[in-house]
């Protein structure tokens, strides 16, 4: 590299750093989302656990979420380790590595054609590019951005290849693909761009006048052999995996011809969004069999149209056939002839293969500006140098507002979906997340629209019938749970997560039998699902079984330690059993892990307060506890006021005592809690006699 090429290449690397950043930062505000983010990250216990000897054993050895890429895993468990659960870190490294990707991919093109303003051209679209802000603003799709950080360092090593081959130079090439193999299966078309490369820009093809000086056709492709297995491997594992995680639709959801006339129309839609990038969303829905028939005729004229134009001046503008080739061959493992979840097409399938648009445009519009410029003045001719670069300036300035307002739509699970929602139709995808998203602040009635919405679109979908049920549980509408729940298994009878919901539901209704019938069996799909075995202890502390129940309740806790609902669950049992020390241990855990929880803090208070010989400290934290309970309750619950009583009583506070006692009688009179009535005259008369009543309700 000269100090001209250096002089050239640093004022280029800065304006990419800029105009990705200029897009990107305002990702760093962002929450996770209910997509995915939860699987990945939020939901999954060695990830926020950090590294650790149990968490890479894991990384190599799990098929969770129907895929296997330990590197992906072990990035997100460093973002653990690093930044716990605080989003800012998770997004900054997508950031940080869809920067180096930009900035890498620059250098690259510029090594290998020497143009350098045509290089920056395609790292400039490729870095804001609207199509890829899933990739970058996803958490979950780190795969995306890290798998390119070693498509792009392949690449790297194989021109070094190129440039003297033997064995000590392609050793990184096999290392590094094979790496990037273990953080996203899509590098297994990189062979065939290898190919490509040694087409343009490497020139490695020999002619029958340069056999001499060139490698032979034969030689090329048998030097991409190992590359080769690697991905045949890659390919065969990730099918096993997706197949067995029942993320590959069967032929019956998704029929060949249905297929291949989504791909059809795939290929051609993805050339839209690239040139006119709008209505972009985070899913889209796949139309099955009632795919409008001119457009895999569409993408049909356009895939032939394009093939049959780039032969002829592609040996002129090989360019031409290495960027069209590389667009269309790796789109191929995503393009959905091998069908892998419900969408049609994703902006994030884009990531790698828009590169080969971007090549074409970057060479082939100079190439056609300077044809028209044969028979012109030399003043025309300055007009025509002078109007490219400022074009392309406007479409990058362009791109780069679209991206930004594209990237503040990943803000949260609400505005993503909403507008999801407004680009799209019939997304019963969005409508389930949209519905997640309200039941998580709490907005019941609102979520069950949306998951009603998601079931009229599509009837038979088992997740939002549990998802739905789990709403109408929390709306006290156990029964009508109980029927979706029901429907949800009927659909898909190994489905845990219903079925441990189901066993739940019967639970509350004290249909014991039944419950646990549904919870083995969702510890029986699910092996290491904690919150069924916390449920499982829950009907076991029910039938009077408390020692069964604390196995299941330390089950439950060993299998994911930061649950807080086992740890308050063997509080109870311990509890039961006299170990009084032991339960406020636990407690303490379960608010600390779930701070402002009433139940637990409640119970705490009372246990606090009831000590045999209480303390100063135990006083004081039971008198604290079992205040904030009430203010959380809006002092209308009676057991609250209950503790809250004992707690003042133990502190010697017996006015307050006795006046917050009657406050309880009274509303558990009015509430017809006629159960309690007669214990809390029995307290207030105690109280009265200013003495502390010790023993548990």
Same mark, same amino acid.
């Given at each position: ?21 200029a ?13 995915d983010?939860?699987?990945?990250v ?5 990830v ?6 149990e ?5 190599f ?11 992906t ?19 900054l ?18 090594r290998?054609?020497?143009?350098v303003?045509k ?7 490729f ?41 000590k ?6 290392v ?19 190919l490509l490369?040694?087409?343009?820009p ?10 001499k ?16 297995v ?16 029942q ?5 019956e959801?998704?029929p060949? #011809? ?13 050339i839209?969004?690239?040139i ?15 795919i ?59 990531y ?6 971007f ?28 109007v ?7 479409v ?19 505005t ?23 039941d ?17 679109i ?7 019938h ?9 709306r ?12 949800a ?8 997560q ?29 092996p ?15 039938r ?8 299941h ?8 330690p ?9 509080a ?32 705490l ?29 809006g ?13 003042y ?8 005592a #006795?006046?917050t ?27 009265e ?7 548990r309700?």
């Open positions: 590299m000269t100090s001209k090429s250096v002089k050239q290449y640093v004022p280029l690397v800065l304006l990419l750093i800029l105009a990705v950043l897009v990107y930062w305002q990702v760093l505000g962002n929450g996770f989302i209910n997509y983010d939860d699987t990945y939020t939901a999954n216990r060695y926020r656990h950090g590294i650790s000897l968490s890479i054993s894991w990384a050895t799990t098929r969770h979420s129907a895929n296997w890429h330990p590197l895993w072990l990035s997100h468990m460093l973002d653990g380790e690093l930044f716990g659960m605080n989003p800012m870190g998770h997004h490294t997508s950031l940080l590595l869809h920067l180096a990707n930009t900035i890498l991919l620059f250098l690259l093109l510029a290998m054609t020497g143009s303003w290089s920056g051209f395609v790292a400039a679209l870095g804001i590019h609207p199509l890829h802000v899933e990739s970058v603003a996803w958490v979950a799709e780190r795969k995306d951005v890290l798998s390119t950080l070693f498509w792009i360092l392949t690449m790297w090593a194989y021109v070094r290849y190129a440039e003297s081959p033997n064995v130079r392609y050793s990184p090439v096999v590094l693909f094979a790496l990037g193999l273990m953080a996203k299966p899509m590098l297994v078309t990189l062979p065939f761009v290898l490369l040694d087409y343009w490497l020139g490695r093809f020999a002619s029958s006048q340069e056999r000086t060139q490698t032979s056709s034969r030689r090329l492709i048998l030097e991409k052999i190992p590359l080769v690697l991905a045949a491997a890659s390919s065969v594992v990730t099918f096993i995996v997706q197949q067995k995680g993320a590959v639709g069967s032929l959801q998704f060949p #011809i249905s297929r291949i006339a989504n791909a059809l129309a795939s290929y051609a839609a993805y839209g969004k690239t006119w990038p709008a209505k972009l969303a985070v899913f889209y829905p796949h139309p099955g069999a009632s409008p028939v001119w457009q895999p005729v569409m993408g049909t004229a356009l895939l032939i149209v394009v093939s049959a134009l780039i032969l002829g001046p592609a040996r002129r503008q090989r360019y031409l056939a290495v960027g069209w080739l590389w667009y269309v061959g790796t789109l191929v493992p995503v393009i959905g002839l091998v069908q892998v979840g419900w969408q049609a097409m994703a902006d994030r399938y884009t790698v293969p828009l590169i080969g648009l090549i074409m445009a970057a060479w082939g519009i100079p190439d056609l500006v300077e044809r028209g410029k044969e028979g012109k003045g030399e003043r025309e001719k300055s007009v025509q140098r002078a490219l670069p400022g074009l392309a300036v406007l990058v300035a362009a791109l780069m507002v679209t991206a930004y307002m594209q990237a503040g739509r990943w803000k949260d699970s609400i993503l979906f909403r507008h999801a929602l407004a680009v799209t139709s019939n997304n019963p995808v969005a409508h389930d997340n949209l519905g997640l998203a309200f998580e602040r709490g907005e019941f009635e609102r979520a069950a629209t949306h998951y009603m919405q998601a079931l009229t599509k009837p038979n979908w088992a997740e939002a549990q998802n739905l049920a789990v709403a109408l549980v929390k006290g509408r156990v029964a009508d749970a109980v029927s979706h729940l029901t429907t298994l009927k659909i898909d009878p190994d489905f845990p219903a079925h441990n919901n189901l066993g739940a539901a019967y639970l509350k209704q004290g249909r014991l039998n039944e419950a646990e019938a549904h919870l083995k069996a969702a510890i029986r799909f699910k290491d699902y904690a919150m069924a075995r916390n449920n499982l202890g829950n009907v076991l502390l029910a009077g079984k408390a020692s069964q129940a604390i196995e309740f330390h089950a439950a806790i060993k299998l994911d930061d649950l807080a609902d086992p740890h308050y669950n063997l109870v049992a311990l509890l039961a059993q006299g170990e009084v020390e032991e339960a406020m241990k636990e407690c303490r855990i379960a608010l600390r892990l779930r701070p402002g929880w009433v139940e637990a803090a409640n119970n208070a009372w246990m606090l307060a009831a000590a045999a010989v209480p303390s100063p400290q135990n006083i004081s934290e039971a008198v604290r506890l079992a205040e904030q309970a009430s203010k959380a309750t002092g209308r619950a009676p057991e609250i006021l209950d503790t809250l009583a004992a707690a009583a133990s502190a010697g506070r017996f006015d307050e #006795i006046s006692q009657r406050r309880a009688i009274d509303l558990a009179t009015a509430q017809k809690k006629e159960f309690m009535v007669a214990e809390l005259w029995m307290r207030l008369a105690y109280y006699k200013h003495r502390v009543y010790r023993l309700p």
